[in-house]
């Protein structure tokens, strides 16, 4: 094995990233990434709160780091986001003490867009434009937050829009998770179908890929693809962990006594999952151009605080003291 990393076992798939915050690029973790990832997606740092706390105040601290690592050592950069229900500033959506008008909302959008996409222009390959935008209700298709109260769908347009002019060379994301499970596929893929046909400038779906031992099945995660890249769209694994706990259902916070030990059967089932997901990845490796890891290893990941604080999970392929797992071995041994 010697110096080779997931990013050269995969070198004729697609790159290997992973999402990083500023401790993370310090001491034994940076040398990991180095060795083992080629893309890097800020986990917090690029969102519109923590860049524009306050009007026209943006803060690049932390976002320029990450950016001056990657450039350093050759590692290609996906921004992550430009518009979410969450992590948004409340003074966006305000005006005095009224609601912003949806002329004024789409303006600041528009600035925080240019001003974002465009200090990155010509680095960054890839920005997940829209986050999260369709509701969990069947009943609804889009969610009912504060972009769609005022602005009904056309924040998405614009924000592709507003995206592309800033950055004409960088593909565009839309990106969400459960984006696997058949029916909220069919409501993404109606959203994104009519946005392909109105000319809006999308390249791709970024499936958020917060799995669990039991989902996404097989059938559904092949689906998925062939589906959305049907609309002649790309496709990235965004934030890829699977998660020791029965994911949607379990939100139950550890009960005294109760044991969060990251079994040996535990660890054999998420070798197992890890080895199926990445077997279907490079089976659709045409349309697939990036999957990306959310965060480094399990020493510290935010399922550790997600859906309940408190609860260790054991979601990536690295242990607490970096070392490969089970589920590593089985990630890089194909022919
Ligand atoms: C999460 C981060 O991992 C946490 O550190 C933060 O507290 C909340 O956001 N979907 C997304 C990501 O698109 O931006 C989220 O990241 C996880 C779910």
């Given at each position: 094995l010697g110096n080779q990393g997931l990013k050269d076992f995969y070198s004729n798939y697609f790159p290997v990233g992973v999402a990083v915050g500023l401790r993370n690029l310090r001491g034994d973790e940076s040398v990991l990434i180095k060795k083992q990832f080629n893309s890097l997606t800020a986990e917090n740092a690029m969102k519109m709160a923590p860049l524009?706390?306050?009007?026209g105040e943006f803060y690049w601290k932390a976002a320029d780091s990450i950016v001056n690592f990657a450039i350093k050592n050759g590692i290609k950069i996906r921004g992550?986001?430009?518009?979410?229900?969450?992590?948004?500033?409340?003074?966006?959506?305000?005006?005095g003490d009224k609601q912003v008008s949806k002329e004024t909302l789409l303006k600041r959008l528009k600035t925080h867009i240019n001003t974002v996409v465009g200090r990155y222009k010509g680095i960054f390959y890839a920005w997940d434009v829209v986050n999260e935008a369709i509701d969990d209700n069947p009943a609804n298709s889009l969610r009912n937050s504060k972009w769609f109260e005022i602005c009904g769908e056309d924040f998405i347009t614009k924000a592709f829009e507003y995206a592309h002019e800033a950055d004409p060379g960088a593909k565009l994301y839309y990106n969400d998770y459960n984006s696997e499970l058949p029916e909220k596929r069919e409501r993404i893929y109606k959203l994104l179908k009519s946005l392909k046909d109105k000319g809006v400038p999308i390249d791709g779906v970024g499936l958020q890929a917060h799995w669990s031992l039991k989902s996404p099945t097989e059938a559904d995660l092949r689906t998925a693809i062939e589906r959305y890249s049907a609309l002649g769209l790309k496709i990235q694994f965004t934030e890829l962990d699977i998660s020791i706990y029965p994911w949607e259902k379990d939100r139950r916070a550890k009960r005294p006594g109760e044991s969060d030990q990251f079994t040996a059967d535990l660890e054999a089932r998420q070798a197992a999952k890890y080895a199926m997901v990445f077997n279907v990845f490079r089976a659709y490796k045409d349309v697939i151009t990036n999957v990306t890891f959310?965060?480094?290893?399990?020493?510290?990941?935010?399922l550790d605080e997600y859906p309940v604080m408190g609860r260790k999970n054991?979601?990536?392929?690295?242990?607490?003291?970096l070392q490969p797992k089970k589920a590593y071995w089985e990630v890089i041994n194909f022919k």
């Open positions: 524009q706390p306050k009007e992550h986001n430009l518009c979410w229900h969450q992590q948004t500033p409340d003074w966006m959506f305000k005006d959310w965060n480094v290893s399990d020493r510290h990941s935010w054991y979601p990536l392929l690295f242990d607490a003291n």
